[in-house]
C-alpha cells in the first residue's frame, strides 16, 4: 500500500511539475526565458571544463536547457507538496487502538534480548 501511496504521489508530482513549466512558459515568457539561459550558461560551463568526449556526451544528450529547468521546477514542486502534505498529515491524528496484551518490557523488546 505504501508504494502504490508513492507511485501515485510521484506521479501527481510530475504532473503537476508539467503543468507549472506549461504554465510559467505561456503566461511569464520572460522568466522562462531567463530560467532557459540560466540552463544554458550551466551547460556552457560544463562544457568549457574541457572533459574528455566520453562524458561529454552525456553532458549533450541529458543536460538540455529545457530539460535542466524542468527538474528544478519538479524540485520546487516537490517542496511545496511535501510542505503541503506536512500541514495535512499534521491534522490528521492517528486513532489509538486498544491492546489486550501489556505492554512488552524493555528488556524483552531489545532485538539482543536473544542473545543471551
Do not use: C
Given at each position: 500500500m505504501?508504494?502504490?501511496?508513492s507511485?501515485?504521489?510521484?506521479t501527481?508530482?510530475m504532473?503537476?511539475?508539467l503543468?507549472?513549466?506549461t504554465?510559467?512558459?505561456?503566461?511569464?515568457p520572460?522568466?522562462?526565458?531567463?530560467?532557459?539561459?540560466g540552463a544554458?550558461?550551466?551547460r556552457d560551463?560544463?562544457?568549457?571544463?574541457?572533459?574528455?568526449?566520453?562524458f561529454m556526451?552525456?553532458v549533450?544528450?541529458?543536460l538540455?536547457?529545457n530539460q535542466?529547468v524542468?527538474?528544478?521546477?519538479?524540485?520546487a514542486?516537490?517542496f511545496?507538496?511535501?510542505?503541503i502534505?506536512?500541514?495535512?498529515?499534521?491534522?490528521r491524528t492517528?486513532?489509538?487502538?486498544?491492546?489486550s496484551d501489556?505492554?512488552?518490557s524493555?528488556s524483552?523488546s531489545?532485538p539482543f534480548?536473544r542473545?543471551?
Amino acid at each position: 500500500m505504501k508504494l502504490l501511496q508513492s507511485l501515485l504521489l510521484f506521479t501527481f508530482t510530475m504532473i503537476a511539475s508539467l503543468i507549472a513549466f506549461t504554465y510559467t512558459a505561456i503566461h511569464f515568457p520572460t522568466t522562462m526565458r531567463e530560467l532557459l539561459s540560466g540552463a544554458q550558461h550551466v551547460r556552457d560551463q560544463m562544457q568549457s571544463l574541457y572533459l574528455p568526449d566520453n562524458f561529454m556526451v552525456w553532458v549533450d544528450i541529458f543536460l538540455q536547457p529545457n530539460q535542466i529547468v524542468l527538474v528544478g521546477i519538479s524540485i520546487a514542486m516537490r517542496f511545496v507538496i511535501g510542505i503541503i502534505g506536512s500541514f495535512v498529515s499534521r491534522n490528521r491524528t492517528p486513532t489509538p487502538t486498544a491492546r489486550s496484551d501489556p505492554a512488552p518490557s524493555a528488556s524483552a523488546s531489545s532485538p539482543f534480548s536473544r542473545w543471551g
